[in-house]
Nanobody
Framework: QVQLVESGGGLVQAGGSLRLSCAAS????????MGWYRRAPGKQRELVAT?????????NYADSVKGRFTISRDNAKNTVYLQMNSLKPEDTAVYYC?????????WGQGTQVTVSS
C-alpha cells in the first residue's frame, strides 16, 4: 500500500500562485510515476501533470496548464510538488495526487483549490 498526504490548497485571486505538495509513504519502491489530477464541479476528473520516475524524470502536462504549472519531485522526501502560477478561475477544482506503482493507482484525499476572479 501507498499512502499519500496532500497539502497546499486554498483560495487565491486570479493571477496568483499556489504550490501543492504530496508526500508518499508505505510501499514506495517501484513507483513508476507521480502526478496530479483535478476534478472541477460538474466535470470529469482530468490529468493535470505527471512526472515519470522510471523515465528519467520526464514530465507531461495538460494543454490547459502548460507554461503555467510545473511538476517536480524530491526523491529524498518522496514528495511531488505542483507549482501553479498565473492561476485562472477555471483552475478551480479539487486536486488529487496520484501514484502509479506497477499497475495499481493510489490516490490522495484531495485538496481544494479555488481561484477567484
Amino acid at each position: 500500500q501507498v499512502q499519500l498526504v496532500e497539502s497546499g490548497g486554498g483560495l487565491v485571486q486570479a493571477g496568483g500562485s499556489l504550490r501543492l505538495s504530496c508526500a508518499a509513504s508505505g510501499s514506495i519502491s517501484s513507483i513508476n510515476a507521480m502526478g496530479w489530477y483535478r476534478r472541477a464541479p460538474g466535470k470529469q476528473r482530468e490529468l493535470v501533470a505527471t512526472i515519470y520516475i522510471t523515465r528519467g524524470g520526464s514530465t507531461n502536462y495538460a494543454d490547459s496548464v502548460k507554461g503555467r504549472f510545473t511538476i517536480s519531485r524530491d526523491n529524498a522526501k518522496n514528495t511531488v510538488y505542483l507549482q501553479m502560477n498565473s492561476l485562472k478561475p477555471e483552475d478551480t477544482a479539487v486536486y488529487y495526487c496520484n501514484v502509479l506503482r506497477g499497475y495499481v493507482n493510489y490516490w490522495g484525499q484531495g485538496t481544494q483549490v479555488t481561484v477567484s476572479s
